[in-house]
């Protein structure tokens, strides 16, 4: 059973550009999340999917970021014209389709480098 | 929203010490998860702890609901338990993690 992947492990974009983060979850998987971390910082959460709806969006910037989870293929996190403060490493997790608390495994993350 | 402390925040061992990492929430919560981000950033799942004591290996964690912390134990460190350990708590939706200790295992 594959792990939650994640695609490109690096990414690298020049100011103004458009950075896309591919997140695959676990088999069985049905929630994603994705967190920032920037650098010497912890993780911060940023939003809550699941298979075509976003659940909480309140980690995220109002502007320029966006996620989706499509019904088919991998959960993207998408950040339009990217400034050198985005550089971080993005994590994507996920968890199974459980109503009580549950476990999140994460990806290896992408590390997004801004020129 | 829910606050999150580690400590300590740096730790320094000699390899086949132990430790006792320590972490604080300020409200109920209904997960609790400890995680391992090695030198190379990876983050790995070490523990999915909502109350009690696991053990897996030379590690072990308690999490004491009613009074709002968890405790992560290393036992006979080795310099591939250095990294960042996080702690994170989840209420509801909302999941927030620590900041973090950071561990360093000199051989």
């Known amino acids: 059973n594959a792990g939650v992947m994640q695609n490109p492990r690096h990414l690298v974009r020049r100011r103004g550009q458009e950075a896309r983060l591919r997140c695959s979850p676990m088999k069985g998987h049905s929630h994603v999340y994705w967190y920032r971390q920037l650098p010497e910082e912890g993780l911060k959460f940023m939003v809550y999917?699941?298979?075509?709806?976003?659940?909480?969006e309140s980690g995220m910037p109002k502007e320029r970021f966006s996620a989706e989870f499509p019904k088919e293929g991998p959960s993207i996190l998408r950040i339009q014209q990217v400034v050198r403060g985005d550089s971080a490493a993005y994590f994507c997790?996920?968890?199974?389709?459980?109503?009580?608390?549950?476990?999140?495994?994460f990806g290896p993350g992408t590390r997004l480098t801004v020129l | 929203g829910i606050q999150v402390e580690q400590s300590p925040p740096d730790l320094i061992l000699q390899e086949g010490a132990n430790s006792t990492l320590r972490c604080n929430f300020s409200d109920s919560v209904n997960n609790l998860q400890w995680f391992h981000q090695n030198p190379w950033g990876q983050l790995i799942n070490l523990f999915y702890?909502?109350?009690g004591t696991k053990q897996n290996g030379r590690l072990s964690a308690t999490t004491v609901a009613t009074e709002r912390y968890s405790l992560l134990y290393i036992s006979s460190s080795q310099t591939t338990d250095s990294g960042v350990y996080f702690c994170a708590v989840e209420r509801g939706n909302d999941m927030r993690f620590g900041a973090g200790t950071r561990l360093t295992v000199k051989p």
């Open positions: 997790a996920s968890s199974p389709p459980a109503t009580s608390a549950r476990a999140q495994y």
């Open positions: 999917l699941q298979k075509e709806n976003i659940i909480d």
């Open positions: 702890i909502p109350s």
